[in-house]
């Protein structure tokens, strides 16, 4: 059973300039999360979800959004990049938006924004 | 205000003894928490839950205590060994919401652990 592929693994992007990180759960989960991973913050919680309705947000600015597909694929969106929004960035997938073992994570997306 | 707080960035540990990792929490309304571990260049693992019910869960070498009075919990692993080295996630919980509950995960920032042969 193929895994929560992130693609891309890497990206260079620079300052003002958007991107799109895309996200595909594993087959069956309908729940997907984004997390972003730095290291003075650890990992916190951008956005949820499920059925392509944001169940919960995280303390991010505007310019961070997202979005879900039928097919339960999920893209999030950062516009007017910053330095500091250079990270690791994480997407998690489960059966359904109320698990409570946790997420299945994929690899991530490094983005460094110059 | 972080709410999960790892307060010991790295722990170093000989193979075979014991590794406690540990963790505290502010928010009284968290109800289940969890640890993950993290490999370079991969995504967290799940490695073991507790709810706010208990106060242990063991898996195998890995048990975590939980001690709801003093908002703190710790994993510890038992023997360690070295293809434990990675940095370990603390992560909690708290039921939210109407109809169901949003359960959004928040971390504590890791700790390295390094199991030295």
């Known amino acids: 059973k193929a895994g929560v592929t992130q693609t891309p693994r890497y990206l260079i992007k620079t300052r003002g300039q958007q991107v799109t990180l895309s996200c595909s759960p594993i087959?069956?989960?309908?729940?997907v999360s984004w997390y972003q991973q730095t290291p003075g913050q650890g990992l916190q919680f951008l956005f949820e979800?499920?059925?392509?309705?944001?169940?919960n947000k995280g303390n991010f600015p505007g310019r961070f959004s997202g979005r879900q597909f039928s097919n339960s694929r999920s893209e999030m969106n950062v516009s007017t990049l910053e330095l500091g929004d250079s990270a690791l960035y994480l997407c998690?997938?489960?059966?359904?938006?109320?698990?409570?073992?946790?997420?299945?994570f994929g690899s991530g997306t490094r983005l460094t924004v110059v | 205000d972080q709410q999960v707080k790892q307060n010991s960035p790295s722990l170093s540990v000989q193979e075979g003894r014991i590794s406690i990792l540990n963790c505290d929490y502010t928010n009284s309304m968290f109800d289940y928490f969890l640890w993950y571990k993290k490999y370079p260049a991969e995504g967290p693992t799940f490695l073991i839950s507790i709810s706010s019910i208990k106060d242990k869960n063991e898996d195998g070498r890995f048990t975590v205590f939980l001690n709801k009075s003093a908002k703190h919990l710790s994993l510890h692993i038992v023997p360690s060994q070295p293809g434990d080295s990675a940095v370990y996630f603390c992560?909690?919980?708290?039921?939210?919401?109407?109809?169901?509950?949003?359960?959004?995960?928040?971390f504590g920032k890791g700790t390295l652990l390094t199991v030295n042969p």
């Open positions: 087959s069956g989960h309908r729940s």
């Open positions: 992560a909690a919980s708290e039921a939210r919401g109407s109809g169901g509950s949003n359960y959004k995960l928040t």
């Open positions: 998690a997938s489960s059966l359904s938006w109320a698990t409570r073992r946790g997420y299945t």
């Open positions: 979800y499920f059925s392509e309705t944001q169940r």
